[in-house]
Nanobody
Framework: QVQLVESGGGLVQAGGSLRLSCAASGRTFSTYAMGWFRQAPGKEREFVAAIRWSGGSTFYADSVKGRFTISRDNAKSTVYLQMISLKPEETGVYYC???????????????WGQGTQVTVSS
């Protein structure tokens, strides 16, 4: 089992920045990749970014490339999502997730955090 706890959400004005953190515990050594997803009110959960636990390869949704950066601190078993130039339409609950095997879709992630609210005001 892997437990995930997100933090760092909050209220920010459009164009502002936030850094989200996801602290992992439990059998973190079995993690292949970590991802960030978000879900806006009334919409489906969507992929934002992912990082391989070993090697650190990163992947981003086209909508956030150049503005969001995912990173990890293996010693702290923590993954971060640095977000800049935030837009109101990026308001939603941001979730951290862990995959045991190579993920190709949302359903391939095995463990999920409770989420942290990000609100971007216009």
């Amino acid at each position: 089992q892997v437990q995930l706890v997100e933090s760092g959400g909050g209220l920010v004005q459009a164009g502002g920045s936030l850094r989200l953190s996801c602290a992992a515990s439990g059998r973190t050594f079995s993690t292949y990749a970590m991802g960030w997803f978000r879900q806006a009110p009334g919409k489906e959960r969507e992929f934002v970014a992912a990082i391989r636990w070993s090697g650190g390869s990163t992947f981003y949704a086209d909508s956030v490339k150049g503005r969001f950066t995912i990173s990890r601190d293996n010693a702290k078993s923590t993954v971060y999502l640095q977000m800049i130039s935030l837009k109101p339409e990026e308001t939603g609950v941001y979730y951290c997730a862990a995959a045991i095997k190579r993920p190709q879709a949302l359903d391939d992630y095995d463990y999920w955090g409770q989420g942290t609210q990000v609100t971007v005001s216009s």
